[in-house]
T-cell receptor
């Protein structure tokens, strides 16, 4: 049971570099989310996609872009990485938005130096 | 005021103890509530949903108090393996976003 799969698991970037975090789910879920988790800050929503073809900003979208490539895949792009984007990134999915539980991927530990 | 708040702890309890956590939310339009468990350096995993009538799963009981706008998690007969961080999640009413608390850390001591 793969569930939600994120790649890569670890990444080190230099300031100004770009990268894309990949996320795929095999549960036929409609909604997908990107969160970042920092010590003392909890999980903060970056972007979400209520359904295929739609994306919306969350609490902390600045510096990020997303693409809902199809129903399974939702990617997060950092165009010009900054040290403030050092964090653990989690992708999640749910059958629908809000009313049903969300399931998380294993996370990507990103360090920007 | 944060939309969802939790006491960060840590709560240090002996094995076999009963421990309870609360999570307060500010948006009265919130409709869905969840408890997640997160182990160190791992992803959050759903522990249980919180229904209006309450929810029990073995040693775990979750309740919702709409009047006071909080949810609670009660763990009975604590095990060493219950040591983790417990996150509450609230559906931001009127939108389609889950808002998480910062988590409450539990340490069960032998």
């Amino acid at each position: 049971n793969a569930g939600v799969t994120q790649t890569p698991k670890f990444q080190v970037l230099k300031t100004g570099q770009s990268m894309t975090l990949q996320c795929a789910q095999d549960m036929n879920h409609n909604s997908m989310y990107w969160y970042r988790q920092d010590p003392g800050m909890g999980l903060r929503l970056i972007y979400y996609s209520a359904s295929e073809g739609t994306t919306d900003k969350g609490e902390v979208p600045n510096g990020y872009n997303v693409s809902r490539l199809n129903k399974r895949e939702f990617s997060l792009r950092l165009e010009s990485a900054a040290p403030s984007q050092t964090s653990v990134y989690f992708c999640a999915s749910s059958r629908s938005t809000g009313g049903t539980e969300a399931f998380f991927g294993q996370g990507t530990r990103l360090t920007v130096v | 005021r944060k939309e969802v708040e939790q006491d960060p702890g840590p709560f240090n309890v002996p094995e076999g103890a009963t421990v309870a956590f609360n999570c307060t939310y500010s948006n009265s339009a919130s409709q869905s509530f969840f408890w997640y468990r997160q182990d160190c350096r791992k992803e959050p995993k759903l522990l249980m949903s919180v229904y209006s009538s309450g929810n029990e799963d073995g040693r775990f009981t979750a309740q919702l108090n709409r009047a006071s706008q909080y949810i609670s998690l009660l763990i009975r007969d604590s095990k060493l393996s219950d040591s983790a961080t417990y996150l509450c999640a609230v559906n931001s009413g009127g939108t389609y976003k889950y808002i998480f608390g910062t988590g409450t850390r539990l340490k069960v001591l032998a």
